[in-house]
């Protein structure tokens, strides 16, 4: 999948046209490949890290289904397990069944 492909599928509702394909291929090169990319490598460097230039280089995002839940009568949308979102979700279900109204609170 290209990065406009990627990005078409993240940006339903905008217009994909040439303009706006050619300026995030940019920003991303700019991230991953260029300048941006080797401001990451020198800091991660000095401190001692193991972030590179090349791991930036060689990332590739995937593309999964959202984690979801019904809050409230919101549909509440998240990433997978790569990130926090699902101790969002976890926190969001703890009240459930609790008559918070009647303790009082808000």
């Known amino acids: 999948m290209t990065f406009a492909e990627e990005d078409s599928l993240m940006g339903r509702n905008m217009p994909l046209d040439e303009a706006r ?3 995030i291929q940019a920003a991303r090169k700019c991230f991953y490949q260029g300048e941006i990319a080797d401001m990451f490598d020198r800091s991660s460097k000095s401190v001692g890290g193991i972030l590179s230039k090349d791991d930036l280089g060689n990332y590739r995002a995937k593309i999964a ?14 990433h997978d397990t790569w990130s926090q979102s699902p101790e969002l979700l976890q926190a969001l279900t703890m009240p459930r069944g609790f008559a918070l ?5 808000n």
């Open 101 to 105: 109204k009647s303790m009082g609170h």
């Open 21 to 23: 394909i050619v300026g």
């Open 65 to 78: 289904d959202p984690v979801r839940i019904n809050f409230q009568g919101y549909e509440i949308f998240t």
